[in-house]
C-alpha cells in the first residue's frame, strides 16, 4: 500500500475510533510506509530522530503498539528479541534469518495462507495468525560458505 494511502487509513481509523492524530503518528506512519523493509522501532527512531528531536524512542515504541491494536500496523516476530514492523496488514507469510535476523515478505502470499473456523471447538475465537519460515538469507548462507573455505 501506498504511503499516500497508508496516511488515508491512518486519518480514517484515527477519526473512526476517537484517537488523535497527532504529528508524531504521522511521521511514524509514513516513516514505516516508505520502508521496503519490516523496521524495529528502533530503527524507525533512528530514522525520525533527525526530523523529530523532541520525539523519544518510548514514543515510538508506544505508537507502533498503538498502530498494531488499531490494525494499522503487523506486529512480526523475528525470533530474537527485538519485534518487526509491517505496514501490510493483508495475511502474507515471512522470511527471518535466524543469522541476521533480517525479516522479508515471502513473495508467494499463497503460502500459507489458511481458512481457520472463526472459533474452536472448545469455544477459542480465532481472530489471527501469521506464518513464519526461518532459515538463513542468501548473504547469511554466502558468508558462512566464504568462511568455511
Known amino acids: 500500500m501506498s504511503e499516500e494511502k497508508k496516511q488515508q487509513q491512518l486519518k480514517e ?6 484517537v ?3 504529528p508524531q503518528r504521522r511521521a ?3 516513516a514505516l510506509a516508505v520502508r ?18 523532541g520525539m523519544s524512542r518510548t514514543t515510538v515504541y508506544r505508537v507502533l503498539e498503538t498502530f498494531v491494536k488499531l490494525g494499522l500496523v503487523r506486529k512480526v516476530d523475528s525470533r530474537a528479541s ?3 514492523f509491517d505496514a501490510d496488514v493483508t495475511l502474507h507469510p515471512h522470511l527471518v534469518c535466524l543469522d541476521c535476523g533480517k525479516v522479508c515478505d515471502f513473495e508467494d502470499r499463497d503460502f500459507g495462507v489458511l481458512k481457520p473456523p472463526a472459533m474452536t471447538d472448545d469455544g477459542f475465537q480465532i481472530v489471527d495468525y501469521a506464518v ?5 538469507c542468501r548473504q547469511c548462507r554466502h558468508h558462512e560458505k566464504a568462511s568455511s573455505d
Not at 481509523?13 to 476517537?18: D, E, K, P
Not at 519490516?38 to 526530523?51: E, G, I, K, R
Open 13 to 18: 481509523v484515527c477519526r473512526s475510533r476517537g
Open 132 to 136: 513464519t519460515l526461518v532459515g538463513y
Open 20 to 22: 488523535s492524530l497527532t
Open 28 to 30: 511514524i506512519m509514513r
Open 82 to 84: 527485538k519485534a518487526h
Open 36 to 53: 521496503g523493509d519490516h523496521p524495529t522501532a528502533d530503527q524507525l527512531y533512528d530514522d525520525l530522530s533527525c526530523q523529530m528531536p
